[in-house]
Structure formats: structure tokens, C-alpha cells
């Protein structure tokens, strides 16, 4: 079993749509978590972290289920511009320690 | 701007030769650096631990014989893909924290023929 999965996708949305991605992780003891975006032949960059209380920053909102070791990340009003893999990310220790990422979910936002 | 530096961004090699890969920490101290590599549709996996000052960290079943990494100052890093084969053909990237956030660089796509 990987230890975090994430559907692959690709999820094709029109623009506007309101577009939600999953990921499971199968360390207890993943302490961060965050998001990356990571667009064709480039490096990871942070979207956003992920706290568990959820949290919100502009069009995305991420949320957190410690107990059920699940992470959603949700996007309103697509835009053309999101069209990229975002990368589900977990660590075991707050910064400094190694990142465990998943395989990313494709999104493409279309006309 | 760049807060990670990765050079060269592409390198084509023939099979047998080696291949230096520079990762710099471009305005803060990296006393640790990440190695990890992306092959096609995967996720990217952690390869070694870069320490400065000591021997790195590698993951289980990466060959330290054949990815040599030093660390020999607070912001550079390297990391050497030796007698290269097509295998070995993927997307390499460093990363480095800075405070609490991981910065990548641009990464460096290795073409092993």
C-alpha cells in the first residue's frame, strides 16, 4: 500500500467548476500536511498547508480528518490557470524532515 | 525568485559516464538538503539526505555508490549520478527548507542513451 494515495485523474472541469480532490495517507504519525501544485516538467510549489481545523485561502479550501487519515483539497470557480497536478503531501515532524508526496491528481480546466 | 538553485535544468550523457548535479540554497543556510526523483506519472520519491559536514542519508534501495552526494558548505549540495545507464533516465529535484517551508529547485532532467 502506498503510503499516500491520491486518485490520478485526470479530472477535465469546465471553467467555473467547483472541483474537490482526495487523499488517504497510511502513517499515524504524519504530523503536516500540505498541498503542492506542480505544473508539466517543473518543481513542486506550495499551494497551501493543511491544519487540522481546515482552512481556507482564496478559491481553495483544504480540510483534514486526522482520525480517518484523509485530506481534501476543494477548488471553486476554476480557473484555466489551475490547470496543473496537485500533489498531496505528508510529513512525519514539523518542517525539516522528509516530505512523503503522493502521485498527484491531473486537473484540467477547459474552456 | 529562486529561493533553490538546481543546475543544469537538462543534461543529456552517455551510457557509463557521470553526471554532477548542483543544488544551491540561494539566500539562507542549508544545513540540509533533500535528493529525490520523478520518474514519468510518479510521485516524486526521496532518494537520500544531504547533511553538511557528514555523510548523507539514503533511502532505502538507492545505491550510495552510485549517487554520490556532498554537502561541503551550508548552501550547495550536489549530487552525482555515476556510471550512468538509461534506467537512470528521470527528473531529479533538491529541495531545502527554509524556516518551516520546503523550496524545490527548477529540477534536472537526466537522459541517459
Known amino acids: 500500500r502506498k503510503e499516500v494515495e491520491q486518485d490520478p485523474g485526470p479530472f477535465n472541469v469546465p471553467e467555473g467548476a467547483t472541483v474537490a480532490f482526495n487523499c488517504t495517507y497510511s502513517?499515524?504519525?504524519?504530523?503536516?500536511f500540505f498541498w503542492y501544485r506542480q505544473d508539466c516538467r517543473k518543481e513542486p510549489k506550495l499551494l497551501m498547508s493543511?491544519?487540522?481545523s481546515g482552512n481556507e485561502d482564496g478559491r481553495f479550501t483544504a480540510q483534514l480528518n486526522r482520525a480517518s487519515q484523509y485530506i481534501s483539497l476543494l477548488i471553486r470557480d476554476s480557473k484555466l490557470s489551475d490547470s496543473a497536478t496537485y500533489l498531496c503531501?505528508?510529513?512525519?515532524?514539523?518542517?525539516?524532515?522528509?516530505?512523503?508526496f503522493g502521485t498527484g491528481t491531473q486537473l484540467k480546466v477547459e474552456l | 525568485g529562486a529561493v533553490v538553485s538546481q543546475h543544469p535544468s537538462r543534461v543529456i550523457c552517455k551510457s557509463g559516464t557521470s553526471v554532477k548535479i548542483e543544488c544551491r540554497s540561494l539566500?539562507?543556510?542549508?544545513?540540509?538538503m533533500f535528493w529525490y526523483r520523478q520518474f514519468p506519472k510518479q510521485s516524486l520519491m526521496l532518494m537520500a539526505t544531504?547533511?553538511?559536514?557528514?555523510?548523507?542519508?539514503?533511502e532505502q534501495g538507492v545505491e550510495k555508490d552510485k549517487f554520490l552526494i556532498n554537502h561541503a558548505s551550508l548552501t550547495l549540495s550536489t549530487l552525482t549520478v555515476t556510471s550512468a545507464h538509461p534506467e537512470d533516465s528521470s527528473f531529479y529535484i533538491c529541495?531545502?527548507?527554509?524556516?518551516?517551508?520546503?523550496?524545490f529547485g527548477q529540477g534536472t532532467r537526466l537522459t541517459v542513451v
Open positions: 544531504s547533511n553538511e559536514g557528514s555523510k548523507a542519508t539514503y
Open positions: 539566500d539562507f543556510q542549508a544545513t540540509t
Open positions: 529541495s531545502a527548507f527554509r524556516n518551516t517551508e520546503a523550496f
Open positions: 503531501v505528508v510529513s512525519e515532524t514539523g518542517g525539516g524532515n522528509k516530505l512523503t
Open positions: 493543511v491544519y487540522s
Open positions: 502513517n499515524s504519525a504524519s504530523q503536516s
